[in-house]
């Protein structure tokens, strides 16, 4: 295994990927990137880590179980953060580190497969390029041009969402999909119920929920994604809105 093909792992998700995929270099290990999230050590050691999360963040405890997606530990990101190092190559940074760490060309073990040229085209060396793997395809996003659709489509549940190629959305393949058969499973909807969708995005939540006969309000900080959000679900009302405290956000958070 090339050491930039794990470099976005963290070193937890790298032992259980070693099986499977050789002997992971000790220099591998020491490259980490930053980005890697909660969902790369959930995938190993799912309960300790979100009882851990939930008891820091939210002074909640919880001894529940963590069920894996299918489609195993590599292959699964459809959102990419890259960095171009010094001489024009696709990598991600080390952890904690502004060290570019190259990408082979069959690129990360982490990202659904995709050619690394288009994302080196929209970069110079030292920028980051988002990436965007979606229904309609590859989206390169640089600091100055942008190659592939922009915005792009996601389908649950036969609703497409528009969302920007560079604003939030579920990372895991079948997270959006997943998400949203627990929220309905764990609400139970009914006609004629009214829902709050409070930090509501793009509008992922409501949109399961108005398909199930609710009326749904939503409240986001970001005005691009509440613009996204009353497109997607056109039936529902989105607001500008924190959250928290009720205010109207003038911020733009996608």
């Given amino acids: 295994v090339h050491a930039g093909q794990v470099a976005g792992v963290h070193p937890?998700?790298?032992?259980?990927?070693?099986?499977?995929?050789?002997?992971?270099?000790?220099?591998?290990?020491?490259?980490?990137?930053?980005?890697?999230?909660?969902?790369?050590?959930?995938?190993?050691?799912?309960?300790?880590?979100?009882?851990?999360?939930l008891r820091r963040l939210a002074g909640v405890e919880w001894d529940g179980q963590v069920e894996a997606a299918p489609g195993g530990?590599?292959?699964?990101?459809?959102?990419?953060?890259y960095a171009i190092?010094?001489?024009?190559?696709?990598?991600?940074?080390?952890?904690?580190?502004?060290?570019?760490v190259a990408?082979?060309?069959?690129?990360?073990?982490?990202?659904?497969?995709?050619?690394l040229d288009p994302v080196a085209e929209v970069g110079r060396p030292g920028d980051e390029v988002i990436v965007a793997i979606s229904d309609d395809g590859l989206t390169c996003s640089g600091p100055r041009r942008t190659t592939g659709p922009d915005p792009v489509h996601q389908s649950v549940f036969g609703r497409t969402f528009e969302v920007s190629a560079r604003g939030f959305w579920q990372v895991h393949t079948l997270a959006a999909e997943t998400l949203s058969r627990v929220v309905l499973g764990a609400l139970d909807p009914r006609e004629g119920e009214r829902a709050l969708d409070l930090y509501c995005g793009v509008g992922l939540f409501a949109g399961a929920l108005a398909d199930r006969g609710c009326?749904?309000?939503?409240?986001?900080?970001?005005?691009?994604?509440?613009?996204?959000?009353?497109?997607?679900?056109?039936?529902?009302?989105?607001?500008?809105?924190?959250?928290?405290t009720g205010k109207r956000h003038n911020g733009n958070r996608h």
């Fill in 103 to 115: 990408l082979p060309p069959e690129g990360s073990v982490l990202a659904v497969p995709h050619p």
């Fill in 73 to 81: 530990l590599t292959h699964w990101r459809t959102r990419m953060r």
């Fill in 215 to 244: 009326e749904v309000m939503g409240l986001e900080y970001g005005r691009d994604a509440v613009a996204h959000a009353r497109r997607n679900v056109p039936e529902g009302q989105f607001h500008v809105t924190d959250p928290e």
């Fill in 85 to 100: 190092d010094d001489v024009g190559r696709v990598g991600l940074r080390a952890h904690r580190s502004h060290q570019v």
């Fill in 12 to 53: 937890a998700v790298l032992e259980g990927l070693g099986g499977g995929f050789g002997q992971v270099p000790v220099a591998a290990r020491q490259q980490r990137a930053g980005h890697a999230d909660l969902a790369d050590l959930a995938l190993l050691d799912g309960p300790a880590v979100v009882a851990e999360q």
